[in-house]
């Protein structure tokens, strides 16, 4: 994921929906400043261990897990 260009991305809803067996992932170079969507993005990933301090949330609309 680290070749990922986020730059012009608006919705991540659901992106990693349901990732159940996933326990890491370095999203750090995600470019969050356009998206408006977040919800559900790690929903059901109940073994993902994240670090999320990069992450833009400013127009962030919708937050719901």
Same mark, same amino acid.
């Given at each position: 994921? *680290?070749?990922? +260009? @986020? $730059?012009? %991305? &608006?919705? !991540?809803?659901? /992106?990693?929906?349901? =990732?159940?067996? #996933?326990?890491?992932?370095?999203? *750090?170079?995600? +470019? @969050? $400043?356009? %998206? &408006?969507? !977040?919800?559900? /993005?790690?929903?059901? =990933?109940?073994? #993902?261990?994240?670090?999320?301090? *990069?992450?833009?949330?400013? $127009?962030?609309?919708?937050?719901?897990?």
């Amino acid at each position: 994921l *680290s070749n990922f +260009n @986020t $730059n012009n %991305v &608006t919705n !991540m809803s659901g /992106m990693f929906h349901n =990732c159940e067996h #996933l326990e890491t992932i370095d999203i *750090s170079n995600f +470019n @969050t $400043n356009n %998206v &408006t969507n !977040m919800s559900e /993005m790690f929903s059901g =990933c109940v073994n #993902l261990k994240l670090n999320l301090s *990069s992450f833009n949330t400013n $127009n962030v609309i919708n937050k719901t897990s």
